[in-house]
């Protein structure tokens, strides 16, 4: 991308709409402006109030095209921080395209993907955190995404993170004072109050840490399965939890033979919700696909919803089931289904090795809501007020900050053995790099793309 181009973007969705904007940001963009839009009042777009909208004609080749409203923001009061127009034109399909080439004529060029808001980065507007959220935003479907990405957008991360980079900062300063005048004495900490400010600050760091479970489960969704034999009721529960009929349900056993994956929002926790086909010794081909792909998918699974049949006595399936799942790391829920029969099943076995265990009926749906709140329960931390409290929302910032307590931890360790004190310096220098990856100061340019290549066009 070049920063120095004016560019232009459609920034309402494509479509027939009673409105379209289209956002012209950069050192041009009112001289552009002022060659497309000509104001009902006579002015020039250059002369208009910032922050006000003016009517008027959207020209091209000397002609009218279309009328509608045109907003100037002066740089750096802008979203991107640059000066900026916004023009509001009628939302047609070809009247859009016919604006938008005009604007393209007058000397911008199309925007890129997220360059907008790459623009509000690195023009110091946005965190990189901020930015992320502003995509999570955009992306939200349920209520509990939508505050999170809100209060991220606000800056929560950003101040969490910039509190305790400053306390780095002042222990490193300390740090160094003893390492370069150990003679002088110039620290104004003993070396045992240098550990006990870097064990408060990786109490800190891991108590933000501690956030990312509760921001993973809303915001990125938990790869769950769901597993089990034949004819348990898999694709019955997967329905209920999707909330329409989008696995075929049968009582013939084999019938799911793939994968089947849906994003599913339950309460504040977004599941990546998967439906395999029943796990069995099979001599049909296409099945033994099947099997072996929902083998895989365990591996995979942060989430385990294991199906069991109340009307049949556990045999040797339902017991192969039970080892291949507890050689897994993932959380694991045992579901004993079809609780509107008589119970066959041995209910002590799957105690004994699930830890977490809920009764149901997939067909009259009795406990599904049960269910639902077990795992929200599991997820979300209710101590964490998501509106408030800064809360880690991908994995990205779970990473730094991770490298970021094992540097410090490093730094503790050498303190309290009292090793040399650059030691400790070297790693809490490495922790606050870390720390300032999650906002951007020392990110690479490869993740910085990536994140904003995620990002519309006309955003």
Do not use: W
């Not at 020209?59 to 009218?64: C, E, F, H």
């Not at 992306?139 to 969490?160: C, F, H, P, V, Y």
């Not at 009259?364 to 929302?393: F, G, H, W």
């Not at 090793?419 to 922790?431: Q, R, T």
């Amino acid at each position: 991308m070049n920063f120095y181009d004016t560019v232009a973007a459609l920034s309402s969705p494509a479509g027939k709409g009673g409105v379209a904007v289209i956002r012209i940001s950069g050192a041009e963009a009112v001289v552009i402006a002022d060659r497309v839009f000509k104001c009902a009042s006579g002015k020039r777009v250059s002369e208009l109030s910032p922050n006000f909208m003016a009517y008027g004609s959207i020209i091209s080749d000397g002609k009218a095209i279309d009328d509608g409203l045109i907003v100037r923001f002066a740089a750096p009061r802008s979203f991107t921080g640059e000066d900026t127009v916004e023009i509001n034109c009628h939302g047609g399909i070809y009247v859009t395209e016919r604006v938008l080439s005009a604007v393209f004529a007058a000397g911008a060029r199309p925007a890129q993907a997220g360059e907008f808001t790459r623009r509000a980065f690195v023009n110091g507007k946005l965190a990189l955190s901020q930015a992320e959220a502003l995509g999570n935003l955009l992306e939200a479907r349920n209520d509990a995404q939508l505050t999170l990405a809100r209060s991220a957008m606000g800056g929560k991360i950003k101040a969490a993170c910039d509190g305790i980079y400053k306390k780095l900062v002042s222990l490193v300063s300390q740090v160094y004072a003893r390492v370069d005048y150990p003679e002088e004495d110039l620290a104004d900490m003993s070396a045992d109050e240098m550990a006990a400010a870097a064990r408060e600050i990786l109490a800190d760091l891991e108590k933000l840490q501690s956030t990312y479970k509760t921001g993973h489960a809303m915001m990125e969704g938990v790869r769950t399965v769901i597993c089990g034999k034949p004819n348990v009721g898999k694709s019955s529960i997967y329905n209920l939890l999707v909330g329409y009929d989008a696995a075929i349900v049968t009582e013939i056993e084999g019938t799911t033979r793939d994968l089947i994956s849906e994003t599913v929002s339950l309460g504040r926790v977004t599941l990546r919700l998967v439906d395999t086909a029943g796990i069995r010794a099979t001599s049909d081909r296409v099945e033994s696909i099947g099997v072996e792909r929902a083998k895989r998918s365990l591996a995979d699974a942060e989430l385990i919803l294991a199906v069991f049949d109340n009307s049949r006595p556990l045999d040797a399936e339902d017991l192969e089931i039970m080892d291949e799942i507890n050689r897994q790391n993932a959380t694991k829920i045992a579901i004993i289904n079809k609780n509107d029969e008589n119970s066959m099943i041995s209910e002590n076995e799957i105690y004994k090795n699930f830890t977490h265990v809920i009764k149901i009926s997939a067909k009259n749906e009795y406990n599904i809501e049960e269910l639902k709140d077990l795992i929200e329960e599991l997820y979300i931390n209710e101590e964490i007020d998501v509106s408030a409290d800064a809360v880690l929302i991908n994995a990205r910032q779970n990473a730094s900050l991770s490298l970021s307590s094992k540097h410090l931890s490093l730094a503790l360790d050498a303190l309290e053995l009292g090793l040399s004190p650059d030691l400790a310096g070297v790693d809490i220098e490495l922790a606050m790099s870390h720390l300032a990856e999650i906002d951007g100061r020392e990110v690479g340019e490869d993740i910085v793309s990536e994140i904003f290549s995620h990002f519309c066009v006309g955003k």
